[in-house]
């Protein structure tokens, strides 16, 4: 499997591309993709431009990971059309110009997010399962929409609908540990939002897998079999940090402090990997408790 990433540079990215042999890796900056990812070939390319044809030879398929970070920066309207900009207009470059090889690559495997279901309280979401009608759901359907059009010429389209990555050396959970080791965690709003979260070493083994199996196509939740409520995840880590967790964090502070981007915070998706389950995935952290106590080991010996 020759690979060409998009994206390399970031968290999940950056893991994937450890299990690939010498991928192609565009972006902006080759210089630093280089220092950074090492054993790749890089290749520079601008979203708003073309790609370049020659990226593509030899690459049978595509990992496509780009696109504005939703959690650094408060949503304003500038933020929110670089986050749908990143990811609609991104991909449909992509597309296009694989749609002009003469032999385009047999794969593309392009991230999305459980975003696409917008808040949904305790029902149980599968692949099937209709989008929500916030703004990240918009940016999902239009997103999973630009990847689909790839389809037209032969090639089989995987949509990652990824959900909370949990990462020792990145992803949200280093940003979420840091509260809790100080004695100042605490359950998000009123706790009962559903999390549906993986571990990172899933997330590239689902990828893979992805990859491999040609029967898979469409979208494909990229989460644990076990969700978890704000308020389980919570006990979770205090318990894993034996650390307190007595400080919830109202609704109204969420607002103040992050504006739009609170109601994802709060937002309840309680996603089930319906498809991944049935094609035979074998997960190796179906349970939070062992998902955490793997990722604080890796951080306590680092």
Known sequence: M??????????????????????????????????????????????????????????????????????????????????????????????????????????????SAIGYYGSRGDEELTENSKPGNDFLSEVCVAWENEAGRAEEFGVRVVSLRIGVVLGADGGALSQMLLPFKLGLGGRLGNGHQYMSWIHIDDMIGIMLHAAADKTLHGPLNCVSPSPVTNRQFTREIAGALHRPAILPVPDFVLRAALGEFATVVTGSQRVIPEKIIQSGYP?????????????????RST
């Open 283 to 299: 997960f190796s952290f179906q349970n939070l408790s062992g998902a955490l106590e793997d990722l604080l080991n890796q951080s």
């Open 2 to 111: 020759h690979c060409l990433v998009t994206g390399g540079t970031g968290f999940v990215g950056q893991h994937l591309i450890r299990k690939l042999d010498h991928p192609v890796v565009v972006g902006r900056n080759p210089e630093r993709i280089k220092q950074l990812l090492g054993n790749v070939t890089p290749f520079q390319w601008n979203p708003d431009e073309p790609f370049s044809h020659k990226i593509f030879d030899g690459v049978d398929t595509v990992f496509h990971l780009a696109g504005e970070s939703v959690y650094k920066g408060r949503w304003n309207a500038a933020k929110k059309k670089r986050i749908k900009k990143s990811r609609v207009e991104g991909t449909r470059s992509l597309v296009s110009a694989m749609g002009e090889l003469e032999h385009p690559p047999r794969t593309l495997i392009c991230a």
